[in-house]
């Protein structure tokens, strides 16, 4: 995350879908700072407490590690978003699916994937059901907010991955249309 795009449309976006949350529990945020940040300012934009305020090491286990031992429900803040390599501004689909699994099974986990930008509406939906089919064949529970700013929550828990994903809707009033499933169930 950089300054420049501290307080954008993203940030409201963000912390709208956190508050819809919030039912579920307590959040905390794991952004990926690739400059100095702000961190009072980011939390209280945000609306919830950064458990990694250190500049995103070269050694990604620091990150994954704190992302790992988080209690209650973690969103993760990388600069982009969530591909299959990982790197300075993303995470990889293997360490949000290590993440997933290494917490609680009541916990939730949620990622801002800016990654799907480029390319047609179908090609940006048909990149965000093949990582949500990808994350359900590793056995993670998931579905995606469909948009320009788009979220994936993630959990061990079936069942608590659909009530969430419900809730949203009520919550929202997003159309269906903008919630994406993944494996047996795509909508």
Same mark, same amino acid.
């Given at each position: 995350?950089?300054?420049?795009?501290?307080?954008?449309?993203?940030?409201?976006?963000?912390?709208?879908?956190?508050?819809?949350?919030?039912?579920?529990?307590?959040?905390?945020?794991?952004?990926?700072?690739?400059?100095?940040?702000?961190?009072?300012?980011?939390?209280?934009?945000?609306?919830? &407490?950064?458990?990694?305020?250190?500049?995103?090491?070269?050694?990604?286990?620091?990150?994954?590690?704190?992302?790992?031992?988080?209690?209650?429900?973690?969103?993760?803040?990388?600069?982009?978003?969530?591909?299959?390599?990982?790197?300075?501004?993303?995470?990889?689909?293997?360490?949000?699916?290590?993440?997933?699994?290494?917490?609680?099974?009541?916990?939730?986990?949620?990622?801002?994937?800016?990654?799907?930008?480029?390319?047609?509406?179908?090609?940006?939906?048909?990149?965000?059901?093949?990582?949500?089919? &990808?994350?359900?064949?590793?056995?993670?529970?998931?579905?995606?907010?469909?948009?320009?700013?788009?979220?994936?929550?993630?959990?061990?828990?079936?069942?608590?991955?659909? &009530?969430?994903?419900?809730?949203?809707?009520?919550?929202?009033?997003?159309?269906?249309?903008?919630?994406?499933?993944?494996?047996?169930?795509?909508?």
């Amino acid at each position: 995350m950089t300054n420049s795009k501290l307080g954008d449309s993203y940030d409201l976006v963000k912390r709208s879908f956190l508050q819809w949350m919030r039912p579920f529990g307590h959040w905390s945020v794991h952004p990926m700072f690739t400059e100095v940040a702000p961190v009072a300012r980011y939390e209280k934009l945000i609306g919830a &407490r950064v458990i990694f305020a250190d500049l995103l090491p070269r050694d990604r286990r620091s990150f994954t590690d704190a992302a790992q031992s988080c209690c209650g429900n973690l969103f993760l803040d990388p600069d982009t978003g969530l591909n299959n390599a990982g790197g300075r501004f993303h995470v990889s689909i293997a360490e949000f699916r290590d993440i997933v699994f290494s917490r609680p099974e009541t916990s939730l986990t949620a990622i801002f994937d800016q990654s799907v930008s480029h390319g047609t509406a179908d090609a940006r939906r048909r990149v965000v059901r093949e990582k949500l089919d &990808r994350l359900h064949s590793e056995g993670v529970a998931a579905f995606a907010y469909y948009s320009h700013a788009c979220f994936l929550i993630a959990g061990r828990d079936a069942g608590l991955i659909a &009530r969430v994903r419900e809730h949203i809707l009520i919550e929202s009033g997003l159309p269906e249309s903008c919630i994406l499933t993944g494996g047996r169930n795509p909508q």
